[in-house]
């Protein structure tokens, strides 16, 4: 399931670089910059704050790196200019991909969307033109080797999910993705969290009405050009139709 958003794709990965690491780092920074900016500081009173914090802990970012994020983005400064995007495009086999990021320069952003999906056989799309194939979604992650040793079990722990109102799941090795209404969202977490359950992290993503096989040499094209939308440091995630 996390074959949808790039982002949990490289998540994953094992031995990131330290550049690789940094990068992660100064979006996930952004991330949390604009949830601060539109819900305050608290992330009690901050669904998306939180949502934020959590997505940054997943990939490891030091506490002391998350609370200068929010303090900077408490205060006057250059945060205040950021704005969230989201592009529509066509990747290589006709795959619907959905391209969010966060810039302090939209035109710019999209000029280098631009370039990097000409250079893969992609091409942007009007708005409107690929997110009628998608649905937002409440996305939950969890490793079932950080789950207590009476949660390592996959049918006991994918039936406590399902109990608490997950819409449907998906393994990945061992990383149970769980999806969910965007409105059911934070009580699917909050019920899991009440059983015992670990959450590694929560968020809204973007999941296709259907996914689409390819060819292996198409799968090979998508994963590069993947690859090179996230060195872009405005981009957030890459949402695709590509069946994982």
Request: proline residues 2%.
């Amino acid at each position: 399931m996390s074959g949808h958003s790039h982002a949990k794709t490289v998540k994953h990965k094992k031995d990131l670089s330290a550049k690789k690491r940094g990068q992660m780092f100064s979006k996930m920074a952004r991330l949390i910059s604009v949830a601060v900016r539109e819900g305050g500081p608290n992330p009690e009173n901050n669904s998306k704050l939180r949502m934020a914090i959590e997505n940054a802990r997943s990939f490891n970012m030091p506490n002391d790196n998350i609370e200068r994020a929010i303090k900077k983005s408490s205060g006057e400064g250059e945060e205040g200019k950021l704005e969230e995007f989201i592009f529509e495009a066509y990747g290589p086999g006709n795959t619907a991909l959905l391209i969010e990021g966060i810039t302090d320069n939209k035109n710019r952003a999209l000029g280098e969307v631009k370039k990097i999906l000409n250079q893969h056989n992609g091409k942007l799309v009007k708005e409107g033109g690929i997110k009628w194939m998608f649905e937002r979604k409440g996305s939950i992650s969890i490793d079932l080797k950080s789950q207590a040793e009476d949660l390592q079990d996959k049918e006991k722990l994918e039936l406590i999910v399902i109990e608490a109102g997950a819409e449907d799941i998906g393994w990945e090795e061992d990383i149970l993705g769980v999806y969910t209404s965007v409105d059911s969202l934070e009580n699917v977490k909050k019920i899991l969290e009440g059983k015992g359950v670990k959450i590694e992290s929560s968020t809204l993503e973007w999941k296709p009405k259907e996914e689409v096989p390819l060819k292996e040499k198409e799968i090979a094209s998508c994963k590069k050009l993947f690859d090179s939308l996230d060195e872009n440091d405005n981009i957030q995630d890459i949402y695709s139709n590509l069946k994982a």
